[in-house]
Structure formats: structure tokens, C-alpha cells
DNA sequence: ACCTGAACACCGTTCAAGT
DNA sequence: ACCTGAACACCGTTCAAGT
């Protein structure tokens, strides 16, 4: 037998497309764009995601399900919260360190009013995931702080991370995103 | 004599592009649209701002000149670090107030790869006059503290700031702001 | 099951033409 | 000086048609 060689064309749509809106954000998401890079029509690209919601929030939950994931893996390597939170801002800086690129729950954040309603319901679980996640890791830092205060630290952490990367990317310069997060730590925002 | 009642048509492009472009990016921005808008046609929009990069950069450039006057006023009024510190929050709060808008340069940066080079150019330069001013600030609250550090506490602070707005946004929650920079208050990022 | 061409109403931009 | 209609190549979306 064969090895499955065909290309998967929903796989290959969805690729191409979370590298462009990483890159330059979901408006500027193209169907006709798209076809040409992976060799189909646009209106085929109807095919695999009738709409551009459609495709926005296939892009979003894979993002987050995939993040999870590796954050789950973090988690049960290690306990030491300061070496998470390290890990954690490398995931950040890759983004950046790949050709500029931004979180893709970040960039659709900003674009917020142009997306339809089943997108921003998936921007919203990526936040959410991400300060479950910050919250269990202050709760090894931080044993003895309240439920309340662990979770509006972890929400702080993830906004200035964010911001972190927008501001870098902005001004196309990697070196401000690693003293940002250096001073983040030498204030006591991050662990 | 009558007081100068005609409509000066740039001013009313600039003003309406403005608010588009905070509530929904650079990338939505639509000659046509602003044209219904202040009542002429989308080929008239291109008499005053021959391409839409030089609308995008006449924007950031107000918008960066309006900042710097209003922060520059702040500091001749008040010697408190911490005072300014809040005044300086309030603005970025005020914008999610405002229909959950974002900082205008805040939301170009996230689209930076579409932007054309004369609008990056301006979208530099706002980034440039708010860390000027944090450093300023700073090097009141700590002074004692090199002029390195005190400028990557204060690019630290722009960017935790931006992220906040970012976040906030993305969730449509002012609280998630107002918790956020309280918390960058209590760990010290903020003065 | 997957792809296509053609049509629709949109977009920024250009330009010759109007006042 | 300021505005316009018409044209151009783009866009997402729909749909009847092909295999």
C-alpha cells in the first residue's frame, strides 16, 4: 500500500491561512489568496469553510486546543512555577522570532469589531485557557494568595505579555519584547 | 458676518476615519464607507488623502501630536509621579469606555504588515513619545535609577498598558482592565 | 465528495471631465 | 479648488454545473 500522499486540501486551506492572519490579521484574510497558494479555486474554499467565520473560528479553536496541550505538557514536566513562566514567555517569543509573527488570539483581539460572533466566542476561550493555566501555576508560586487575587495576578501576567508582543512587533525589534518580559520579572509580575 | 459654517470636508473624513479604524482597524477602513459618511463621493476622498496609507498616517500622526500635547500638560500640572501614572492609565481606559475602542497605534501595530511604510513610520513614532514620557515620569518616582533602566521600565509599562486595552477589548470587560492595572500597581511595575 | 466558472455587490485607485 | 462617473482589478459569497 501507498502512504496517504494526497494532499489534504482543509489542512493545507487551514496552514496557509494561519500563517496570513499572524501575520497581517483576519481582515486581510483572502479566499482568493488562499486558493492560489495551495493550488484551487475560491470557490472551493467555500467548499471546505462555507464562510470566512467559518474558517476565523477553525483557525481559533485549533489554536487553542493546541496551545492547551502543550501547556498541559509544561505542567506535568515540571513544578518549578519560574521555569514554566520562562517556557511560557518563549512561546511569545517564537511568534515574534517567526518572520514577526503575533498570537493569533492577540491579533484577532485587536480586529474584535470586524469579527463575526463565532470567532470572538473562540478568542475568548484562548484567553480564558491561558489564565486558567497562569492561575495554576501562581497557585505553586503562590500557595497561601486567594482564588481571587491568583486569578486577577494571571490575568495581569497574560495582558502584559500581549502587550509585550504587540509593542514588539510594532516596533519590529525582538530585544523589546525579552527586556519587557526581564522587567516584568525583576518587578515581581511574573514568578 | 457669518461664522465659518461650511464643513471643512478633511476634517470630517479624518474624524470619521478615526473612530473606524479604533473600533475595527486599519484594514477596514473603506473609502467608500467614509465617503457615505460625510456625504460625498468615495472618488473625492482620494482629492484629499491621495492614498489610503496617507490617510492612515495623517491619522496616527494627530493622533500621536494630541497625545503628546495632552501628556505634556499633565506633566507641568503635577510633580506626583503616581498622579500622572493614573492620568496616564485613564486615557487608555477612556478609549474602551468609548464604545470598547483601542489606542489607534495599539490596533496598527497588530496590523503592521499591512500597513504601508509612511503609516509604520508614524505608528514608530508614538510608541517613541510614550516611552519618553514614562521615562520622564519614572525618573521621578526612582531617581537614583540609570537612564537604561528606567527607559525598559518604562517601555515595560507601555506595553503592559497596551496589552491590558488589548485584552480587555478582546473580552469586552472595562473590569478586566481596571483589575489589571491595579495589579500592575501592587507587584510595582506602576508606580 | 470535491471542484469549477460565472455572477453579484463590494473594495482602492485612476483619470478625464465637470463646476 | 473641489467634486464626479466610469473604469480597472480586487474582495466574499452564491449557485448551477461538472466529475
Redesign the interface.
Known amino acids: 500500500m501507498m502512504a496517504k500522499t494526497k494532499t489534504d486540501m482543509r489542512e493545507a486551506v487551514m496552514t496557509a491561512a494561519k500563517a496570513t492572519v499572524q501575520?497581517?490579521?483576519y481582515?486581510?484574510l483572502s479566499f482568493r489568496e488562499l486558493a492560489k497558494e495551495v493550488g484551487i479555486k475560491s470557490a472551493s474554499v467555500h467548499y471546505h469553510f462555507p464562510t470566512k467565520g467559518d474558517l476565523g473560528a477553525a483557525l481559533a479553536r485549533r489554536y487553542t486546543e493546541e496551545g492547551a496541550a502543550y501547556l498541559a505538557e509544561l505542567l506535568a514536566t515540571s513544578n518549578d512555577a519560574s521555569w514554566c513562566m520562562d517556557r511560557y514567555a518563549a512561546i511569545f517569543r517564537a511568534a515574534l522570532a517567526n518572520d514577526?509573527r503575533?498570537c493569533l488570539?492577540?491579533?484577532?483581539?485587536?480586529?474584535?469589531?470586524?469579527l463575526p460572533a463565532e470567532v470572538r466566542t473562540e478568542?475568548?476561550r484562548f484567553?480564558e485557557m491561558n489564565v486558567g493555566w497562569l492561575t495554576q501555576i501562581l497557585s505553586r508560586a503562590r500557595p497561601s494568595t486567594g482564588e481571587q487575587d491568583l486569578q486577577?495576578?494571571a490575568?495581569?501576567i497574560?495582558?502584559?505579555?500581549?502587550?509585550?508582543q504587540?509593542?514588539?512587533?510594532?516596533?519590529?525589534d525582538i530585544g523589546?519584547y525579552d527586556?519587557?518580559i526581564?522587567?516584568?520579572r525583576t518587578?515581581?509580575?511574573i514568578p
Not at 105 to 114: F, T
Not at 158 to 164: D, S
Open positions: 501575520s497581517r490579521g481582515n486581510a514577526n503575533m488570539c492577540g491579533i484577532m483581539s485587536a480586529e474584535l469589531d470586524d478568542v475568548d484567553a486577577e495576578c490575568m495581569a497574560f495582558a502584559a505579555i500581549e502587550g509585550a504587540l509593542v514588539a512587533r510594532g516596533c519590529r523589546i527586556r519587557t526581564r522587567a516584568y518587578t515581581g509580575l
